[in-house]
């Protein structure tokens, strides 16, 4: 059995989604123009209704425009590296203390569990902040460098 690969709506279909919600066809109608699940159509309107004033709300209207920029704004800022590490300040400052005092990530992660810290980073997601341009000018401090 083939397994279907995800794919957002682009802004064709947006635009296709946008103009048959004004002409009032049904969600089934629309999702089989498109070529498309029902739940993906429903998601897609659920997800992006506006009022008037430009306000989510559980009950308006969807605008194309509107979800095509905000997908842009989700897809661009879901995921950087070192993102658990980066937000969390006291994590960061521990993690970049036990760098400094010649720890490595390995040591440092199993550290962080033998002190039954209240916050943790694998060391996977160390090195990964670490390579990242947030955590990049503390290499310095790697043994291997």
Same mark, same amino acid.
């Given at each position: 059995?083939k /397994?279907?690969?995800y794919? *957002?709506?682009? *802004?064709?279909?947006?635009?296709? $989604? =946008?103009?048959?919600?004004?002409s009032k066809?049904? *969600? @089934?109608?629309?999702? /089989? ?5 029902? #739940?993906?159509?429903?998601?897609e %309107?659920?997800?992006?209704k506006l009022e008037k004033? +430009?306000?989510i709300?559980? /009950?308006?209207?969807y605008?194309? #425009? @509107?979800a ?6 989700? /897809?661009? !800022?879901?995921?950087?590296?070192g993102?658990? %590490?980066? =937000? ?5 400052e @521990? &993690?970049? =203390?036990? $760098?400094?005092? +010649?720890?490595?990530?390995? =040591? &440092?992660s ?5 002190? +039954?810290k209240?916050?943790?980073a694998?060391?996977?997601? &160390?090195?990964?902040w670490?390579? #990242?341009?947030?955590? *990049?000018? !503390? @290499? ?5 460098r």
């Amino acid at each position: 059995m083939k /397994k279907k690969k995800y794919r *957002q709506l682009n *802004q064709f279909e947006r635009d296709r $989604l =946008e103009a048959m919600l004004l002409s009032k066809h049904k *969600q @089934c109608d629309i999702a /089989k123009v498109l070529g498309r699940s029902p #739940s993906t159509i429903s998601r897609e %309107i659920e997800r992006n209704k506006l009022e008037k004033d +430009g306000k989510i709300k559980s /009950k308006g209207e969807y605008k194309a #425009s @509107c979800a095509g920029r905000k997908a842009r704004f989700k /897809k661009k !800022y879901s995921k950087y590296r070192g993102k658990k %590490i980066n =937000e969390n300040n006291e994590l960061r400052e @521990c &993690i970049i =203390e036990m $760098l400094k005092n +010649g720890y490595n990530p390995d =040591e &440092i992660s199993g550290r962080m569990k033998i002190d +039954g810290k209240k916050f943790y980073a694998s060391k996977t997601a &160390i090195y990964g902040w670490l390579y #990242s341009v947030y955590g *990049q000018r !503390y @290499c310095k401090y790697l043994k291997s460098r």
